[in-house]
């Protein structure tokens, strides 16, 4: 009889090891879709940030067509070499791109040789403008298509990655159920997990990869007429000072549809804080505002300047904005984490439950994409980003660093 117990306990603990292996084997599977799903989303974001590029490029193709003469040909030189370095960024052994070189090599070449020559000689007429902004218009378009070709190819690979998972995920519930419901159970939960985590990844991917998309649209309609109004607005009047505001919405789009691309350094925290701060001195002064550093830890971190700047701007100008005059506006650094805490009015409920969306904002002056771009930038470096109320009023801004 003894021995039967024994037995028995023996058989089930081999069970449920074999379940839990089981289990395990289907995790180490989830996570190897995973890992082909987040690559496959960093391919995705690398040809949209080539697909604004390649927009802005016509962009200053049209703004030539409507001078007429060479000025935004410098300009447009610039924004070429940026379309090859997207090029090159966009580049994947295991994704053809060279149907999108092509047509933006086409496109580079028929702007040299039919556009640059008259632009530069200033004998551009009106009809003649008109009809090269044509072909140019031919020409973005088969760009667009070819990447919008490897977009879908690649939207239909994340979709196999996630539906592995989601098969692996299964297995495991079955191992758990018929083999041992004790160890396998447990891999199983966290398999399902995984799969849960990588369907939100890929509904946040594709949400932002929209907005990308929407935000290149919008910049493409809305930079040409806004360039016409503030050529031709008076200095001060309301009508330039709105055009001037749609243009600061219109880059902050640009900026949420195509973070830069920059590789990063060894960053000393520290004095990026410092820096930060004197850029913001002029403002706060205006405003009688006090930005103080009331303690630095010496930290280091792996970052991109631009990226980690940026983040800092956005998040002290804010803060000289919230508070009242007279106010201070602390600042503090740790190993870890900056913090930045004013004295404003906080976070209204309705503000709060959406802050880090884009076009959400407390301000009337706001565009409400800077905190949505600061999140990605953070995020995308393994950090965090947050906002909680200041005990006796006002917010604190915590950018945690995560590992780097």
Not at 320 to 335: H, K, M
């Amino acid at each position: 009889m003894k021995r039967g117990v024994v037995l028995a306990v023996a058989g089930l603990v081999a069970l449920q090891a074999l379940g839990t292996g089981l289990g395990f084997l289907s995790w180490s599977r989830v996570a190897e879709a995973n890992r082909e799903h987040q690559r496959i989303a960093l391919q995705r974001e690398a040809l949209l940030s080539l697909a604004t590029t390649a927009q802005e490029a016509y962009v200053h193709q049209a703004h030539t067509f409507i001078e007429g003469g060479p000025g935004h040909l410098d300009h447009y030189v610039e924004v070429v070499a940026s379309v090859d370095a997207a090029l090159v960024a966009a580049r994947d052994e295991d994704v053809d791109i060279e149907p999108i070189r092509e047509t933006v090599a086409a496109g580079n070449w028929w702007f040299a040789d039919s556009v640059v020559p008259v632009a530069r000689a200033g004998t551009m007429s009106r009809d003649a403008a008109m009809a090269l902004h044509a072909e140019a218009e031919v020409h973005a378009k088969a760009t667009g298509d070819a990447i919008a070709t490897v977009l879908h190819a690649l939207s239909h690979r994340q979709e196999e990655a996630l539906a592995r998972a989601a098969r692996e995920s299964t297995r495991a519930w079955v191992g758990a159920v018929v083999v041992a419901i004790g160890g396998a159970a447990l891999a199983a939960v966290v398999a399902t997990q995984i799969v849960r985590s990588l369907e939100r990844r890929r509904v946040e991917t594709e949400r932002l990869a929209a907005l990308g998309e929407m935000a290149s649209a919008v910049a493409h309609e809305l930079m040409n007429p806004l360039a016409v109004i503030l050529g031709n607005a008076e200095p001060g009047s309301p009508i330039r000072v709105e055009a001037e505001h749609a243009r600061n919405v219109v880059q902050g789009l640009l900026g949420f549809a195509r973070p830069a691309r920059e590789l990063p350094v060894i960053i000393d925290l520290a004095e990026a804080v410092s820096a930060a701060i004197d850029r913001v001195t002029m403002v706060a002064d205006a405003r009688d505002i006090t930005v103080k550093l009331t303690g630095t830890t010496p930290a280091t971190r792996l970052a991109a300047p631009t990226a980690v700047r940026q983040v800092l701007d956005n998040l002290l100008i804010n803060a000289v904005q919230a508070s009242p005059t007279g106010a201070v506006v602390e600042v503090a650094l740790a190993r870890d984490a900056v913090t930045i805490a004013d004295r404003g009015a906080g976070l209204p409920p309705e503000v709060r439950a959406r802050l880090y969306q884009p076009f959400v904002t407390g301000r009337h002056e706001g565009t409400g994409l800077g905190l949505a771009i600061c999140k990605r930038i953070v995020e995308a470096q393994g950090g965090k980003l947050t906002h909680e109320d200041r005990p006796g009023g006002g917010t604190v801004a915590r950018w945690e660093f995560g590992h780097g």
